[in-house]
T-cell receptor
Framework: ETGVTQTPRHLVMGMTNKKSLKCEQH?????MYWYKQSAKKPLELMFV???????ENNSVPSRFSPECPNSSHLFLHLHTLQPEDSALYLC???????????FGDGTRLSIL | QQQVKQSPQSLIVQKGGISIINCAYE??????FPWYQQFPGKGPALLIA?????SEKKEGRFTISFNKSAKQFSLHIMDSQPGDSATYFC??????????????FGTGTRLTIIP
């Protein structure tokens, strides 16, 4: 059972749609992350929030917009996505410092 | 770009055998090396991790071997069981102001244990 919950688990959307992915953690962590997982590629770190401030943005296209309203919630707002954006999007959380990251089970995103 | 190279891409091992997955890195500033296990439909879960001040760490049937001079580390699974069938990812990071947040992952190894 994971302490990091992601919704929805599956999402199919057209290229002109706007949708949001949600992540919630109940572990008392103060850092949260978005990763993209594509087949046969390494997990790609997209965004890092520490103490609700964005501290990392790995050259992610602006069609992905993160939001961290508090230390327990993280959103990824999606708009005008491309077919190559189809992937598994994983959220993770940790305590800043010398602590491991805990992952959610991901949202499988398909762009038509 | 910082990379961690992982091999093999897939591995089939007989039940009871030893599974070995290898990773190599370039950045000598990396100082934290975790391994993650991922089952289908699930997110990665931390399995075991090592820092470069030791050459080996063992937890149950899982062992990390670390060779700092060769910039390589490996995961050994002893007495492999069908329940170990999963995808395994190595990773590396640099401890800094944000600790282990910036993980660089390998491409993964799909391990299948056959009876």
């Amino acid at each position: 059972e994971t302490g990091v919950t992601q919704t929805p688990r599956h999402l199919v959307m057209g290229m002109t749609n706007k949708k949001s992915l949600k992540c919630e953690q109940h572990l008392g962590h103060n850092a949260m992350y978005w990763y993209k997982q594509s087949a046969k590629k390494p997990l790609e770190l997209m965004f890092v929030y520490s103490l609700e401030e964005r501290v990392e943005n790995n050259s992610v296209p602006s069609r992905f917009s993160p939001e961290c309203p508090n230390s327990s919630h993280l959103f990824l707002h999606l708009h005008t996505l491309q077919p190559e954006d189809s992937a598994l999007y994983l959220c993770a959380s940790s305590l800043s410092g010398d602590q491991p990251q805990h992952f959610g089970d991901g949202t499988r995103l398909s762009i038509l | 770009q910082q990379q961690v190279k992982q091999s093999p891409q897939s591995l089939i091992v007989q039940k009871g055998g030893i599974s070995i997955i290898n990773c190599a890195y370039e950045n000598t500033a990396f100082d934290y090396f975790p391994w993650y296990q991922q089952f289908p439909g699930k997110g990665p879960a931390l399995l075991i991790a090592i820092r470069p001040d030791v050459s080996e760490k063992k937890e149950g049937r899982f062992t990390i071997s670390f060779n700092k001079s060769a910039k390589q580390f490996s995961l050994h699974i002893m007495d492999s069981q069908p329940g170990d069938s999963a995808t395994y990812f190595c990773a590396a990071s640099i401890a800094g102001n944000f600790g282990n947040e910036k993980l660089t992952f390998g491409t993964g190894t799909r391990l299948t244990i056959i009876p």
